[in-house]
């Protein structure tokens, strides 16, 4: 096997752990955007603008950001090693030369650090699109296109619709929570699945949903706006209203 | 003749306030469904069917399965929200400036008046207020 052979090959292993890396960098952006959306809701003045890049930090640690980077790290150290034993057992380590080592070498940071930009520009730019949607009320529109711009040339780019739409649901999600959260205790106080009529891009939970026409308590309400189903780019949320409009709307009230 | 009142002004007053809140919060949720189900089916606050899309438009919104007036997207009825305001003003705006001009563009452009509430409807608030300070 030569030289050659031996990098392709761990090229396509790099490859594997990289389409890895991204699928499961895609679940903790799920975890980071409604984590940031509960908390920069709550972001009301300047000195908490002080305060956000270590409020940004938390939720990255919290959705497992960093973990998952040092577990990108060690992997390609394993990778590093399992090419050295590899060259060794072909009796080619010896043969490459102080430079190719160190070439690559640096190739390796450079995949870390590639890979490491990637999740921080797309991290920066949601936590940006959030910011500005709350703090100057820009509309999804300058969102989305702020967001093209900024995640331009990257994956990321084609899920800027999706981050945007789920910023602006989940923003207004957290609104209405907590406009109810001064009358939450109220027994009078039901949720109601509110949204787009199901069409055919409606997903099965949210169609269920919709179709049981009903009135949930504010724990029903929760666990089921939690749903890892309707996390991502959903277009219905939950609005509150008294156990009589309800009943008066068709909805069944328990 | 010494008048001892046993009140509490302080407890009173914020039964009131979130008595009111309640009233104005519940009003303003439950006349949006209310008035984006009215939205949907093409209906204005009198009852009259408002101006139809046009047949090209009508045609690509059916082949997407879309039957509902103003939903493609959904996002101009997503956006209909409400604040109070002093006074005990409510106050029903699009939350996204893009969907407010895309609803003025329906209202001044095409004349489909959709976003009024009858006099039904406002009674129903006013009510709902008045109600909620019964046996205070």
């Given at each position: 096997?030569?030289?050659?052979d031996l990098?392709?090959?761990?090229?396509?292993?790099?490859?594997?752990?990289?389409?890895?890396?991204?699928?499961r960098?895609?679940?903790?952006f799920?975890?980071?955007?409604?984590?940031?959306?509960a908390?920069?809701?709550?972001?009301?003045?300047?000195?908490?603008?002080?305060?956000?890049?270590?409020i940004?930090?938390?939720i990255?640690?919290?959705?497992?950001?960093?973990n998952?980077?040092?577990?990108?790290?060690?992997?390609?150290?394993?990778?590093?090693?399992?090419?050295?034993?590899?060259l060794?057992?072909?009796?080619?380590?010896?043969?490459?030369?102080?430079?190719q080592?160190?070439?690559?070498?640096?190739?390796k940071?450079?995949?870390?650090k590639?890979?490491?930009q990637?999740?921080?520009d797309?991290?920066l730019?949601?936590?940006?699109?959030?910011?500005?949607?709350v703090?100057?009320?820009?509309?999804?529109?300058?969102?989305?296109?702020?967001?093209?711009?900024?995640?331009?040339?990257?994956?990321y780019?084609?899920y800027?619709?999706?981050?945007a739409?789920?910023a602006i649901?989940?923003?207004?999600?957290?609104?209405?929570?907590?406009?109810?959260?001064?009358i939450?205790d109220?027994?009078d106080?039901?949720w109601?699945?509110d949204?787009?009529?199901?069409?055919?891009?409606?997903?099965?939970f949210c169609?269920?949903?919709?179709?049981?026409?009903?009135?949930?308590?504010?724990?029903?309400k929760?666990e089921?706006?939690a749903s890892p189903?309707r996390?991502w780019?959903?277009?219905?949320?939950?609005?509150?209203?008294?156990r009589?409009?309800a009943?008066d709307?068709g909805y069944?009230?328990? | 003749?010494k008048f001892?009142?046993?009140?509490?002004?302080?407890?009173?007053?914020?039964?009131?306030?979130?008595?009111?809140?309640?009233?104005?919060?519940?009003?303003?949720?439950?006349?949006?469904?209310?008035?984006?189900?009215?939205?949907?089916?093409?209906?204005?606050?009198?009852?009259?069917q408002?101006?139809?899309?046009?047949?090209?438009?009508?045609?690509s919104k059916?082949?997407?399965?879309?039957?509902?007036m103003?939903?493609?997207?959904?996002d101009?009825l997503?956006a209909?929200?409400h604040?109070?305001?002093?006074n005990?003003?409510l106050?029903?705006?699009?939350?996204?400036?893009?969907?407010?001009?895309?609803?003025?563009?329906?209202?001044?452009?095409?004349?489909?008046d959709?976003?009024?509430l009858?006099?039904?409807e406002?009674?129903?608030?006013?009510?709902?207020?008045?109600?909620?300070?019964?046996?205070?």
């Open positions: 096997m030569s030289l050659k990098i392709d090959a761990n090229q396509e292993e790099l490859e594997d752990i990289i389409a890895k890396f991204d699928k960098l895609d679940k903790i799920r975890k980071v955007n409604v984590l940031a959306t908390r920069i809701a709550n972001i009301s003045d300047i000195d908490d603008v002080v305060k956000f890049d270590v940004w930090r938390g990255l640690e919290e959705a497992g950001f960093y998952l980077l040092q577990r990108y790290v060690n992997t390609l150290d394993d990778l590093q090693g399992s090419l050295n034993a590899v060794t057992e072909a009796g080619l380590l010896e043969t490459l030369g102080a430079d080592i160190k070439r690559l070498t640096a190739i940071e450079l995949q870390i590639g890979i490491e990637i999740g921080i797309a991290g730019t949601l936590k940006k699109g959030l910011y500005n949607n703090l100057a009320g820009k509309t999804k529109a300058d969102l989305l296109m702020s967001m093209g711009d900024e995640l331009g040339g990257t994956k780019a084609s800027a619709k999706t981050y739409n789920t649901n989940d923003y207004r999600q957290a609104t209405l929570n907590q406009r109810a959260e001064v939450q109220d027994d106080i039901v109601i699945y949204g787009n009529d199901i069409d055919e891009v409606t997903r099965d169609a269920e949903v919709l179709v049981a026409n009903k009135a949930y308590s504010t724990d029903e929760n089921l706006e189903e996390a780019n959903c277009r219905h949320f939950f609005t509150f209203v008294t009589q409009d009943i709307m069944a009230v328990d | 003749m001892k009142s046993n009140i509490n002004f302080d407890k009173l007053k914020k039964d009131f306030n979130k008595r009111v809140y309640k009233a104005l919060e519940t009003s303003g949720n439950s006349t949006i469904l209310t008035l984006k189900k009215r939205i949907k089916k093409g209906v204005n606050a009198k009852g009259s408002f101006k139809s899309l046009n047949k090209t438009y009508k045609a059916a082949k997407r399965g879309k039957i509902a103003f939903e493609l997207e959904g101009m997503r209909i929200t604040e109070t305001k002093k005990n003003i106050r029903f705006y699009f939350d996204d400036e893009d969907m407010n001009k895309r609803a003025h563009y329906n209202i001044d452009k095409h004349k489909r959709f976003f009024e009858s006099d039904k406002v009674n129903k608030i006013q009510n709902r207020i008045s109600d909620s300070l019964n046996n205070l």
